[in-house]
């Protein structure tokens, strides 16, 4: 064979892995045992002084009749011993001969000769890798293989050695998806990590459960979020919620993280996007526990009360009210989970509000309060990382109560609040009260009668208008505003004629357009391209989007921006029509602009 057939022969000849596996028994360790052997190793056969030569000879010439016995790597050594125990040469040499099938040199030669007939050497090995996976996957057992894990003392040499390879590491995370409990496996895992891949290793693997290993997928999973990279926050989910011991850990280590890290409040809306991905899991206690509210069991009580039912009791609200407008009130972070503050908000803007009169003011005071105080805590002790409350800033509360009250009035009002617009803009400039316009705006406009009139008056309606001053002031609600939009752009308005339709829906993609102008660009052109793809929309609504987005925005273009916008323009049904022969329209400068644009 030419050297390529030798670097295959490497590869695929004597396949240490193969049997040590796969066979039918344990090669050396449980026989061996049983025939009077010492310590049964696959790579260092001995025998013990008492076992009786014959006894060896014997042990022996069985090894050597399995198939290809004579590629394993202890031959040798079981030879030796053999021939330490006076057998016969002949006898050895015909139980090789006669076992010897040549697996591994049959791999070879079929891998020359599919490079004979074209084949490049790259797609040849990995058509044998593949083959070569395929078949350690089906008959991988993990009893053997940590067998094998006990009686070598460790990972074996080739093990240390595949995993060096990229295809055979993503084996290992496949097997050990399969056999969650194996010590051969899970230790393959934990020496790829030491190795500098721990970016590779999946999240759900029972590997990460140990510290070593769960503390640098945390942090590799962790640079990727903060990278933006897809898929990230689901992966770092399904990392934390391995079990109680990766959960625990990671609640402990981003909360020391926002306490003590600069920038690190950032982390908050991190947790509390995962808190909710995993409302299933029963978490809700370790988070009340985390959140310092030990010392108040009553409150820890009535807060996961009402967000495990999904619903607010006057009887908790009473509780929390009390607890929080003592003189040493509990942390406020008891408040701050996303699932209460949402139902508080839910309850007092909605368009039907069942509030009791008597028990409103309190709804207001706890939404106030979880949106208006800060605390200062210490630095956690090192001793028992506990933290004391140094102080807590109550400056805006009464402020923000009555913020809250004055635009519930207003919002009470209904279609009248448009003669109100100029002070509801004066308060929209407060988060709490815009998240909580969203939910209200959103329960108005899908009214069946809100639209009669709006399509044909082209007029945007003052609902809609404020909706555009939230999407300014605050960007962080960019997303809910977009996830509304969306609601009603793809609402079916039964009641309105074809024609009203169509120019709500223009109306709707306007509003996506300004928040393209707010800095919400990818989210928004990413909808809209999947919207066209459907083809279930008239192409004179996405006709316009593109006419009126072009007229917002302007050179140099980055690469993510063409990818999603250029399909779209460049289709001449949506754009032919805008196309003047001088090539100075929009679409013809923006096609060209394009053409700077380095798109993979």
């Not at 009470?412 to 939910?439: C, R, Y």
């Not at 072009?550 to 999603?564: F, R």
Request: proline share 5%.
């Amino acid at each position: 064979m030419d050297e390529d057939d030798d670097d295959m022969e490497q590869e695929y000849g004597g396949d240490e892995e193969r049997g040590d596996l796969m066979e039918d028994e344990d090669q050396y360790g449980e026989e061996a045992d049983e025939e009077g052997a010492g310590g049964g190793n696959s790579t260092d056969v001995t025998f013990s002084e008492a076992a009786p030569p014959a006894q060896i000879r014997d042990f022996c010439l069985e090894k050597f009749k399995s198939i290809d016995f004579i590629m394993e790597p202890v031959m040798m050594d079981l030879v030796n011993q053999y021939f330490a125990a006076d057998g016969e040469p002949a006898g050895a040499i015909e139980s090789l001969a006669n076992s010897y099938e040549g697996i591994a040199q049959y791999v070879n030669l079929f891998a020359q000769w599919l490079l004979i007939l074209g084949e490049d050497e790259h797609t040849v090995q990995e058509l044998i890798e593949r083959q070569l996976e395929t078949m350690i996957i089906k008959h991988f057992d993990p009893k053997k293989a940590d067998k094998i894990f006990n009686n070598e003392g460790g990972v074996p040499p080739w093990v240390m050695e595949l995993i060096t390879h990229s295809h055979w590491r993503k084996m290992v995370y496949k097997l050990v998806e399969v056999h969650r409990d194996c010590l051969m496996l899970n230790f393959a895992i934990k020496s790829i990590s030491d190795a500098g891949f721990q970016s590779e290793i999946p999240t759900t693997t029972t590997a990460v459960n140990q510290m070593e290993v769960f503390i640098r997928v945390f942090d590799s999973t962790m640079g990727r979020i903060v990278d933006g990279a897809p898929g990230a926050l689901s992966d770092f989910t399904k990392l934390i919620t391995n079990g109680e011991c990766t959960y625990l850990a990671a609640q402990m280590i981003m909360s020391s993280l926002i306490h003590e890290c600069p920038g690190g409040m950032n982390l908050v809306k991190i947790m509390q996007d995962v808190n909710e991905s995993i409302k299933d899991h029963q978490t809700m206690q370790t988070q009340l526990s985390i959140a310092k509210g030990a010392a108040w069991p009553k409150v820890m009580q009535a807060v996961a009360s009402m967000v495990a039912k999904k619903s607010l009791n006057p009887a908790d609200i009473q509780i929390l009210f009390q607890a929080y407008s003592s003189a040493d009130p509990p942390p406020v972070g008891l408040l701050r989970f996303k699932g209460f503050a949402e139902l508080l908000i839910e309850s007092l803007f909605s368009t039907d509000p069942k509030i009791p009169t008597d028990h409103r003011p309190k709804y207001i005071f706890l939404l106030s309060y979880m949106a208006a105080v800060f605390e200062k805590w210490s630095v956690p002790s090192k001793k028992d990382h506990t933290q004391t409350r140094l102080d807590i800033f109550k400056e805006d509360l009464k402020f923000t109560q009555e913020s809250l009250r004055k635009i519930l009035e207003m919002s009470a009002k209904g279609n009248d609040v448009v003669s109100e617009l100029p002070a509801v803009f004066n308060f929209l400039k407060f988060g709490v009260i815009s998240l909580g316009m969203i939910h209200w705006i959103g329960k108005t406009v899908k009214e069946p009668s809100y639209f009669k009139f709006a399509g044909e008056s082209r007029n945007t309606p003052a609902h809609l208008i404020i909706i555009d001053e939230i999407a300014t002031l605050h960007p962080t609600l960019h997303r809910r505003i977009l996830d509304l939009l969306v609601e009603l752009f793809e609402a079916p308005w039964p009641q309105l004629d074809v024609l009203i339709r169509l120019e709500l829906q223009k109306m709707f993609l306007d509003r996506m357009i300004h928040l393209v102008s707010c800095g919400c660009v990818l989210p928004v052109l990413g909808y809209v391209r999947s919207a066209y793809a459907k083809q279930d929309t008239d192409v004179s609504v996405f006709r316009h989007f593109v006419l009126e987005l072009l007229d917002v925005i302007a050179p140099p273009y980055s690469v993510a921006l063409v990818k999603h916008l250029l399909p779209l323009v460049s289709d001449n049904a949506v754009t032919g029509m805008l196309r003047h022969a001088d090539g100075k329209d929009p679409v013809s400068v923006f096609l060209e602009d394009c053409k700077n644009v380095d798109v993979v």
